[in-house]
């Protein structure tokens, strides 16, 4: 269920593209975030390559990389080495081809998790911002905005590095109780006509099938 929820982080990051330029004195967290979102309103689907690191406590960094495939709206595609996730909005998919074992279940929601509805269209309100300052990722220019939940669940922060040139979302960093988890997405493209049929999974025959649902 943990990496379900981590992967959905993810999503935040595909849907920026440019906008102008927000005047930089005295810029809060509400128009950082003001910007970002205003530049999802043409964007309807989105492909981007993204590197991710795992921290669990008392454990080794795990590190991983694959491609995300996004659709409005709750639809997307996480593939890595080690695991397929998929969900059209309605069923998710989470097949691990090492273990031959795909597991079904509802596409769930709750109110502390980060979800492609909620994250890229409407900015929640149960959690607050803070514009902590400013810093340089491989030499550009980007907004730090820190994340808290209003009510006690299973994401406890958040971090999101934003471009101040082109407000897109360089980098996320997550935390939980059980681990530390940071995203960087890159090679991103926007609006490529994504066919439905990239939501849904068909498990390879021979594959174990358990479904929660």
């Keep these: 269920m943990s990496k379900l929820i981590l992967s959905k982080l993810l999503i935040f990051a595909l849907f920026s593209a440019n906008i102008s330029l927000y005047a930089q004195d005295d810029i809060t967290a509400q128009d950082v975030i003001q910007n970002v979102q205003s530049a999802y309103k043409d964007i309807s689907d989105a492909k981007a390559s993204f590197s991710q690191t795992v921290k669990f406590n008392k454990s080794k960094a795990q590190t991983s990389s694959g491609t995300l495939y996004i659709k409005k709206e709750n639809k997307y595609r996480i593939e890595t080495g080690s695991q397929t996730i998929v969900t059209d909005g309605s069923t998710s998919w989470s097949y691990t081809p090492g273990k031959k074992q795909v597991v079904i279940d509802h596409y769930k929601e709750t109110g502390n998790t980060f979800s492609p509805n909620k994250y890229l269209f409407q900015y929640p309100e149960n959690f607050y911002s803070d514009l902590t300052g400013t810093e340089k990722i491989s ?73 929660m649902r």
């Excluded at 922060?157 to 997405?185: H, P, Q, R």
């Design 139 to 211: 030499g550009i220019d980007v907004y730090v905005l820190s994340l808290k939940p209003r009510e006690s669940g299973y994401v406890k922060s958040a971090k999101l590095w934003v471009g101040k040139d082109d407000w897109m979302i360089k980098k996320i960093v997550i935390v939980t109780e059980e681990s530390t988890t940071t995203y960087s997405v890159k090679n991103i493209q926007t609006n490529t006509g994504l066919s439905n049929s990239k939501f849904t999974f068909t498990p390879p025959e021979g594959t174990e099938v358990i479904d």
